[in-house]
């Protein structure tokens, strides 16, 4: 039996790098309570990091409130069906600019086809990720039941929310996804 690996006597097993005469460091229990301590101390900190991380980029929630969103689904309900039986087309066309923001255009005509007059339009680009960098859209009126308006948005997934009123009464709402690239 060889004897490489031991120094000393039979009773002593202190382990020698193969022929290099230098000792190994001995495991101590200090050396153990400090990997346990370091160990620690980077899950801990990744989470700390990770928490941090996602409240300081958190936007926001859909809803302020749950209760008053239940309150006025009904009447949104409602709103809807009135919607439906006027029997609108609206077009809607949304292009990108050279600058790089957005163009919207938009098209309102009654049910017969005749553009729709007396109305104003509101538009919202929302992000469906993060409220904070929701658009809104200045749309102004370039002719009758065409509205034309300009915004700088940066590229990607955009919730477009189009409003139609007449003296501060919305009647038409339309949300629609868009990508912008």
Do not use: C
Not at 47 to 70: D, K, L, P, W
Not at 151 to 166: E, F, H, N, T, Y
């Amino acid at each position: 039996m060889s004897n490489d690996f031991l120094a000393g006597d039979a009773n002593s097993f202190t382990p020698l790098h193969h022929g290099t005469g230098k000792q190994a460091r001995e495991l101590t229990g200090w050396m153990v309570f400090g990997l346990i301590v370091a160990f620690f101390a980077v899950i801990f900190g990744v989470n700390a990091y990770m928490a941090h991380m996602a409240i300081s980029t958190f936007g926001g929630v859909e809803t302020e409130s749950s209760y008053h969103a239940g309150q006025t689904f009904e009447r949104d309900v409602a709103m809807a069906k009135v919607q439906d039986q006027q029997h609108w087309q609206v077009d809607v066309k949304v292009t990108t600019a050279a600058d790089g923001g957005a163009v919207l255009d938009i098209v309102a005509r009654d049910a017969a086809g005749a553009p729709l007059t007396g109305l104003t339009a509101a538009a919202l680009f929302a992000r469906p990720t993060d409220r904070r960098l929701d658009r809104n859209l200045v749309v102004g009126e370039s002719a009758p039941g065409r509205f034309h308006g300009d915004v700088d948005i940066p590229a990607g997934q955009w919730d477009l929310v189009i409003d139609l009123s007449r003296q501060g009464e919305r009647l038409f709402r339309s949300k629609n996804r868009v990508v912008l690239h």
